[in-house]
């Protein structure tokens, strides 16, 4: 099979559900997994039969090329609840699109979008139990693409695996987030594979990250591999800084994630007749406008955190905190996109799309 439209998606059934086993008011980001999954092989130059299965472990020959070489590429989605029961997705064509860019800047095949929606769409009919209604709870979506063919020449692999797995969640961040803005490692250089939802993209992160959790930071702001002068994107969000009353992010690059919440909350936010600038930020402009009084909020914004407002942030030794204010653009932000998600507001935007 490759492009034709797929009128049955081959289903195996779990024969006994884990639901009742979890505990949704307490769910930890990403550990709880629901009971089916979806997967598509490729080989000999096309995606096969598509396959709904139990959750269950996968094998591969050692030598995949995966483990080698980090041919890896994911998303990040969400299906949220709403009163009457209906299922919905925020913009999820940005993160076929997106799957599909970060898969071909690391020589993977794309996939086919019709495959994409009817998996997405008949995996979450089959799990529309483990998406609990109510603000703040969703099903996250993972699909993700390896290479699977086995040998370790570095080369690009010939076969691959689609999946789509899903997560019952609740908030990403705990408690309050603190951030360091990068001064020595960074995260992308220009040329690079930043704007990829790249696997290595993340682990790269991984030791920094721990560097600044034992600071007592919980990410990293990266800033520009050339000069640490410019802010560019946190580990796991892209970052809004709020000075005065205008809202300043920076353009995405080649280094950056062209995140499907940060373009929300720059069209949010311009609906909201809020003042947005999206221009090169320096760290200088932030450490001034944190000294005078100006820098009013800095948030973060993904699909797994949503929209985090940050505490504080340190930079080269000095720490600085953030004024805890009424009425942030955070909140006011946050509240218009999850009304649009939860299907509680008008979607004049069109984002929302029903299961
Ligand atoms: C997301 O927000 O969906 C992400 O992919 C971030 C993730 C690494 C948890």
Redesign the pocket.
């Known amino acids: 099979m490759s492009k034709e439209t797929i009128t049955n998606i081959k289903i195996e059934k779990a024969s006994t559900s884990k639901i009742n086993e979890v505990d949704f008011s307490n769910l930890a980001?990403?550990n709880v997994f629901t009971d089916h999954m979806f997967v598509c092989d490729y080989e000999n130059g096309a995606w096969q039969e598509p396959q709904i299965t139990p959750y269950q472990k996968i094998s591969l020959d050692p030598s995949a090329r995966v483990f080698h070489y980090g041919q890896a590429v994911?998303e990040?989605m969400k299906a949220y609840k709403d009163e009457q029961d209906d299922i919905w997705l925020f913009r999820p064509k940005e993160n076929f699109e997106r799957i599909n860019k970060s898969a071909a800047r690391l020589a993977m095949p794309e996939f086919p979008e019709d495959f994409f929606f009817e998996g997405l769409n008949t995996l979450l009919k089959l799990e529309k139990d483990w998406i609990k209604k109510g603000f703040g709870n969703s099903l996250y979506i993972r699909p993700f693409v390896i290479a699977t063919e086995s040998g370790v020449s570095a080369s690009p692999a010939n076969k691959y695996k689609f999946m789509i797995i899903c997560s019952p969640a609740q908030s990403?961040y705990g408690g309050e987030v603190r951030v360091k803005i990068a001064d020595h490692y960074s995260r992308a250089a220009s040329g690079g594979f930043g704007f990829a939802?790249a696997a290595g993209n993340?682990a790269g992160q991984f030791y920094p990250t721990s560097i600044a959790n034992k600071e007592g930071f919980q990410q990293i702001i990266w800033t520009d591999a050339n000069t640490h002068e410019y802010l560019e994107e946190a580990g796991?969000m892209n970052i809004f800084f709020r000075i005065g009353d205008k809202l300043i992010t920076c353009p995405i690059s080649d280094r950056i994630l062209d995140g499907v919440t940060r373009k929300s909350v720059i069209a949010m936010a311009k609906d909201l007749d809020i003042d947005v600038d999206i221009r090169p930020i320096k760290v200088t402009e932030v450490i001034e406008a944190a000294n005078n009084g100006s820098l009013k909020e800095i948030f973060g914004s993904?699909?797994?955190?949503v929209i985090n407002p940050i505490a504080g942030f340190g930079f080269k030794g000095d720490t600085w905190e953030l004024p805890k204010i009424e009425n942030s653009f955070a909140s006011k932000i946050k509240q218009a996109i999850m009304d649009i998600q939860y299907n509680i507001s008008e979607d004049k935007f069109g984002w929302r799309v029903k299961v």
Request: glycine share 24%.
């Open positions: 980001f990403g994911f990040g990403y939802k993340y796991t993904g699909t797994a955190a």
